[in-house]
């Protein structure tokens, strides 16, 4: 399971107030894009005190904090991002994502709340959502988000695979092994689809001749991709022949 996207620095700036600030600001993305993240700090912090209200440098000094376990001053960075320039997702996603990654999930479910109301369709929003509720054990939340995500999105393979994954109750199996196999016609790759694909159906009282194929063919691509640690192949050997089946 993870957020929509990676913490990303913003390359290119927007309502800066001055050349002296976005050279700063053009600095900063340079060294951090070739790795060094203490200059990239210097320069972007230079381009906020050139400039305090450079919404988009404290956004990249959020994440440059994040990326190197500074959390709770990314937080506040974010938080000034957010304040100073609203209308930019991103700064609310970053800001969700980092009080996510410190514990802090209701204040990162209501960060996400107020972005809906300035972004009511803005799928991403709700896959993060979808991926706090679910770390809040708030299961049926989760699948709501999902599907909100999915009406706006509806080829994202990760959220149909986190939908399935949200549908823990033995009534919901049936449904979220389509949404399994949804998400790896989107991306057959996606190797933990194919892992909870097999798993839940393993625990179907009885699989026609096609779900047992499904089963071997999601196994072995699962297993020949060496994805299966020793935990989850002693898991894969007993639900297999408990079922009668092998590879």
Known sequence: MRFVRLLAILAVAGGCGGPSARESFDRGVQAFQQGDTV?????FKAAVRRDPDFADAWYNLG??????????????????AVRLKPQKVEH?????????????????TEV???A????????????NLGYVYLFRARGDSAIWAYRRCLQMDPNNAEAWYNLAYSMTRPEQRRESLNYLRRA???????????????????????LSFRE??????????YIEAGAADKIKQQRIDEKLAKAGLNL
């Open 212 to 221: 047992k194929e499904e089963v071997r063919n999601s196994l072995r691509k």
């Open 39 to 43: 200059r990239a700090v210097k320069f």
């Open 116 to 127: 809906l109301e300035l972004f009511p369709e803005n799928a991403e929003i709700y896959f």
């Open 92 to 108: 609310h996603l970053a800001l969700s994502q980092a009080l996510q990654r410190m514990d802090s999930t209701r204040a990162a």
């Open 112 to 114: 996400l709340h107020r």
């Open 184 to 206: 790896i016609k989107l991306n057959p790759g996606k190797l933990e689809a194919h892992y909870l694909l097999a798993m839940r159906l393993l625990d179907e009282p009885k």
């Open 63 to 80: 994440v440059c904090h994040f990326t190197t376990s500074g959390r709770g001053q990314a937080v506040e960075y974010f938080r000034k």
